[in-house]
C-alpha cells in the first residue's frame, strides 16, 4: 500500500492509529502533543500515561487507547530534540518511525497517520524531517502491509495550502494549454535601440502589433535602463557570459556558489538522494532524470529564467501541456520553495507525487 501525504489535522484522521511526538516524561508538550491530548481527552490521556508509562527515552515509543478519538489507538514516539545534527539526533529519530510502524504491526493495525516527527517545536528541520520519514516508511513498505499517511499541519502549510488554491487553479486556468495560440499578438518585431542624451541612459522599443487593438495599429512599448541600472547588472551579466557552455552539472554548482548556498542544504531541501545529487555532482555530462531536474531548481531557489536555462541543459524544457510542469512554475515564478507543499498539490491534482 502506498505512503500519501496529506494536509490534515491529525487528530481528525479516521484512522487505526495515529503518532503522537512526546516527550520523555509524563507530561503534555507543546504542538501535536497538545493537539492530540485535547482532542482525545486531556486529564484521561494523560493519567493514563502517568499511570502505565511513565519515563521513556528519546527513539522510545508506546502506545495507548485512542480514548475520544476516531482512531482506535495513539500510537506515542518520544522524540528527539535537534541541537546540532550530530549529537544523535537522526538515528533517533528514524528509531521513531521504525518502532512506532513495527508495534502498529503487533497490534493488527492496518493504517496509521504520522505527523512531521520533531519538526515542530522540537526543531528538526523540516525537509530533513521528511526525508527521514519517507525513507523509513517506504523501507517499511517494502515487506509489510499497511495503509500509511504523512500528515501536515501547521499554521504556515495550512494558510499556504488556503492561499495557494485559487490562485494556483487560476494559473493552471490560463497557462494548460494544448497549444499557443497566438490571438493577442499577431507578430513581434526584433527589439530596437536608441540613445536618450537627455537622461543619459538608452530606451529600447518594441514594435508590438496587437489583434485587439484593431488592424494595423501598433503600440510601441517603452523600457528605460538607466547608467545605473547597467552598472549594477553589467558584473553579473559578464559572469553569467562565462557559463554558456556549461553543462547542467556545472550550471547547477554555479547557480549554488551564487547564491551562497550549501550543497547539501539544497539537495536536502529538494528531497533529492544525497548519491543521486553525487553523482550529478562527479559527473559533468550527467544528465538526471526531468523530475530531479525539477526538484534541485527548487532546492536552489532558481527564479523562472534559471530554471528553464538550467532544464535547457539536460535537454528538457518547461511544457504548457503538462500539469506538473505548470505546478513547479507557478511555485517557481512565486517563490514558493516548499517541496511538501508542491507535493501535495500534485496529489490534489491527480499528479504522480515526488515523496513516495
Given amino acids: ?29 507543546a ?43 495513539i500510537i506515542h514516539a518520544v522524540s528527539p530534540f535537534y541541537i546540532d545534527g550530530k549529537s544523535g539526533e537522526e538515528e533517533k529519530l528514524r528509531a521513531c518511525y521504525r518502532n512506532s510502524l513495527k ?25 530533513e524531517g521528511v526525508r527521514i520519514a519517507v525513507d523509513e516508511i517506504n523501507a517499511f513498505l517494502l515487506n509489510n502491509e499497511m495503509l500509511v499517511y504523512l500528515v501536515v499541519f501547521d499554521d504556515s502549510s495550512t494558510q499556504l495550502g488556503k492561499r495557494l488554491d485559487a490562485a494556483l487553479e487560476s494559473y493552471i486556468d490560463r497557462n494548460y494549454v494544448r497549444k499557443r495560440i497566438r490571438e493577442e499578438y499577431l507578430d ?11 537622461s543619459g541612459g538608452s530606451i529600447f522599443h518594441r514594435e508590438v502589433s496587437r489583434r485587439k487593438d484593431g488592424p494595423g495599429r501598433d503600440r510601441k ?28 552539472s556545472e550550471y547547477l554548482l554555479y547557480l549554488i556558489a551564487e547564491k551562497h548556498l550549501d550543497n547539501a542544504a539544497v539537495y536536502k531541501n529538494a528531497i533529492v538522494d544525497k548519491k543521486v545529487f553525487s553523482k550529478i555532482k562527479n559527473h559533468p555530462d ?31 524544457a518547461l ?8 505546478i513547479f512554475s507557478y511555485f517557481i515564478e512565486n517563490g514558493i520553495y516548499d517541496m511538501i507543499e508542491l507535493d501535495i498539490q500534485l496529489e490534489e491534482h491527480g499528479l504522480p507525487c515526488i515523496i513516495r
Avoid: W
Fill in 221 to 248: 512599448e517603452e523600457v528605460f535602463l538607466t547608467e545605473a541600472f547597467a552598472e549594477r547588472h553589467e558584473s553579473r551579466l559578464s559572469e553569467r557570459m562565462k557559463h554558456l557552455a556549461d553543462s547542467f
Fill in 103 to 127: 508495534m502498529a504491526r503487533e497490534h493488527g493495525i492496518r493504517s496509521i497517520a504520522f505527523p512531521v516527527i520533531s519538526t515542530g517545536s522540537f526543531g528538526y528541520p523540516r525537509e
Fill in 188 to 198: 513581434e518585431a526584433r527589439p530596437f535601440r536608441e540613445e536618450s542624451p537627455e
Fill in 31 to 73: 504542538g501535536c502533543d497538545t493537539a492530540v491530548h485535547n482532542a482525545a481527552g486531556y486529564e484521561e490521556l494523560l493519567q493514563y500515561r502517568i499511570d502505565h508509562i511513565g519515563k521513556r527515552p528519546e527513539g522510545d515509543v508506546f502506545i495507548t487507547p485512542g480514548f475520544r478519538l476516531k482512531a482506535q489507538y
Fill in 319 to 326: 511544457s504548457p501541456c503538462d500539469k506538473t510542469d505548470i
Fill in 1 to 29: 500500500m502506498p505512503l500519501k501525504i496529506v494536509r490534515n489535522d491529525i487528530t481528525r484522521m479516521d484512522t487505526d492509529a495515529i503518532v503522537n511526538t512526546a516527550g520523555e516524561a509524563p507530561v503534555v508538550g
Fill in 286 to 316: 550527467y544528465h538526471p532524470q526531468k523530475m530531479t531536474a525539477l526538484c534541485l531548481c527548487i532546492g536552489a531557489r532558481l527564479n523562472l529564467d534559471e530554471t528553464k536555462d538550467l532544464l535547457a541543459r539536460a535537454g528538457y
